[in-house]
């Protein structure tokens, strides 16, 4: 057997190696072969070195062979190997993809979205028909894998909102038209003769009662008040609230349903509140009970007193009043226990006067810049 080569080291070679070898955030594989190598190219026979290594002869015979072939750096490095051929074809990726793009039901499944388990069955299943032999034995982490690298998440629905109102645009700067006329309203000191309100309604505000007594905070002890998980429900009122632009003024009405009854009866509310000569203006929406029978009967009866510009379809988000509703949400209501729904009320219309005490003049800002108010 011929003798195996020495080892020589250019000063920069043996510089690294020494460096690595008393490294401890390098590989260990690479710290243990940099060893290798220094003690071999210092003359000592490989049989020391296993002992001196605590290794095998024949992975330290690999190391210095690696070294002699490509140096002794590279040999620090696992060589690259050739590995397995790709299994799963770029053809029968794709028709994986084209599978999990589709609807389980197009398939005759009754998933209306695909669970890993049902799109491996069904590409099994499939596979050899179609063409794709090499997916008989798909996983969850090949199919894992596939779906990932095209970011499909076949499992999973997310939602849009479609609109469906053609007149979208225009209605919307029918309403930012009304926000600006009372803004310019507001600055001017001339006598008014016209209210803008911003009207709608907050149903299913539920009643709730402690069914325990409620614990109150303790110092250094108990930092919140705590309740018991059990309560009962005592039913739900609904909140049809108008917000007066120009004042910030709130006008409720809370009753158990909000049908076109209980609209007309707000109606005649905001017809008692202002002078019998002004145009009263509501910003709504087109919740039916605005649209009613009922209700277009009520408005003739009262001929020019009121005027409604509706927000256009899924475009609630434009009325100021959610503004307000969003503010009691989190204030008056999160957190609300009552002993019936009497006082349930009783603490709404309360809370209100409260928020009446101090009002808010809401201001619609975005793209109010675009709108020009044109006198007739």
Known sequence: MAKRAALSLSSEDREELSRISNSRTEAAAA?????????????????????EMGA??????????????????????????????????????????????????????????????????????????QGYPCLAKIG????????????IKPHKISYYLERKDPDFDAKMANVLCVYK???????????????TVSYDEKPGIQAIKNIAAELMPVP?????????????????VSLLAGIDLHNGQVIPLVRDRHRSREFIEFLDLLDGSYPKNWKIRLVLDNHSS????????????????????????????????EVFFSKIARSLLRHIRVQSKEELVERIYRGIEEFNQEPVIFRWKYKMDEMVVVDA
């Open 31 to 51: 710290v243990r072969r940099a060893k290798i190598l220094l003690h071999y190219s210092g003359g000592m026979r490989i049989a020391d070195i296993v002992r």
């Open 56 to 129: 095998t002869r024949p992975l330290i015979e690999r190391c210095i062979d690696k070294a002699l072939s490509f140096g002794p750096l590279p040999a620090l490095k696992d060589l690259p190997r050739p590995g397995h051929p790709t299994l799963i074809t770029d053809d029968a990726k794709a028709w994986v993809l084209s599978v999990a793009c589709q609807k389980p039901t197009d398939l005759d499944y009754a998933h209306e979205t695909w669970t890993y388990s049902l799109l491996i069955k069904h590409l099994r299943k499939h596979c050899q028909e």
């Open 140 to 151: 969850k982490g090949r199919l894992h894998d596939i779906l990932s690298k095209s970011n």
């Open 181 to 195: 006329e009372v803004e310019i309203l507001n600055a001017s000191k001339d006598e008014r003769t016209s209210v």
């Open 220 to 236: 250094e002890r108990y930092a919140t008040r705590a309740r018991d998980y059990e309560y009962k429900r005592l039913g739900t």
């Open 290 to 321: 605005h649209l009613s029978k009922e209700t277009q009967a009520h408005l003739r009866s009262k001929p020019e007193r009121f005027e409604f510009v509706f927000t256009p379809k899924h475009g609630s988000w434009l009325n100021l009043i």
